[in-house]
């Protein structure tokens, strides 16, 4: 079963962005605990970071995630600026816009589009330390600015839809993911760029099919990319014949 955490941003002593005293941190845990309740209704284990008005450290909220278990991290925000009205819609952010995370977030965007929202698209933000901690594929879902009006009506007004169309978007990505299920052998993973292109070279000198897949602040180098897990195996045999450290991921 996918295991999903449910991060609804700030809480108790920090309130996030106020607007005429709307609160952050109300509108992300009754949005946090609605998306839940559709993600479970369709089969997924849902862990939430918080369920009540209290306060975390992001480093606190990541461990949770990572204590969890968890394939999946969500955390649910409003957006802000510094002049009431100047900006609408929604973005989602990521560590960088590689992977699953990337087209996790894509797909919420697409979705919440589709409700009224302009899609400010998708952002790394490889600072922020729920993306940056949380072990697992992670999001960061900027569900409209508070201080903009037209924002706020359709995050009331059509608060199912918006709740909908973010539970859309992780289920989409999740279904995606798991029916293209693929087998790779990973020879090695840096934060460092050119190491990872020595390593390609040489896989590629060797006669191995190799290339470099960005995810969560490494690059990761891999040989092929195999729907039978047979295939991959019979592949790591002979990498590591010619001397290769190897691993097989999916």
């Known amino acids: 079963m996918v295991k999903v955490i449910m991060d609804a941003g700030h809480g108790g002593s920090d309130p996030g962005a106020v607007y005429e005293g709307r609160q952050e941190k109300d509108d992300t845990l009754r ?42 991290f969500v955390s649910i ?26 087209e996790m977030a894509e797909a919420v965007c697409r979705e919440l589009e589709q409700i009224g929202f302009n899609d400010l698209g998708v952002a790394e933000r490889p600072g922020l330390i729920v993306l940056r901690r949380t072990e697992m594929p992670a ?6 600015f508070i201080n903009t009006e037209e924002d706020n009506r359709l995050f009331d007004e059509q608060f199912d839809e918006l709740a909908q ?19 790779r052998v990973q020879t090695g993973a840096f934060h460092n760029l050119q190491y990872a292109q020595d ?16 995810d969560d602040g ?23 014949r010619k001397g290769y450290s190897t691993y097989i991921v999916s």
């Open 31 to 72: 949005l946090a605990l609605a998306v839940g309740q559709i993600l479970e209704n369709n089969g997924v284990d849902v862990v939430y970071t918080r369920t009540e008005d209290m306060y975390q450290k992001p480093i606190e909220k990541a461990q949770i995630a990572n204590a969890s278990g968890a394939d999946y």
């Open 77 to 102: 925000h409003r957006n802000s600026s510094p002049i009431p009205n100047q900006y609408s819609g929604v973005e989602v952010l990521v560590y960088d816009e590689s992977g699953i995370k990337a």
């Open 139 to 144: 999001i960061l879902v900027e569900a409209g």
């Open 165 to 183: 169309a973010i539970a859309d978007g992780i289920l989409a990505a999740v279904s995606g993911s798991q029916e293209e299920k693929l087998y």
């Open 199 to 214: 390593l390609q070279y040489q896989l590629e000198r060797d006669g191995f099919p190799a290339f470099i897949f960005q």
């Open 218 to 240: 490494f690059y990761k180098v891999q040989a092929g990319a195999f729907r039978q897990l047979t295939n991959a195996v019979r592949m790591e045999a002979a990498l590591r």
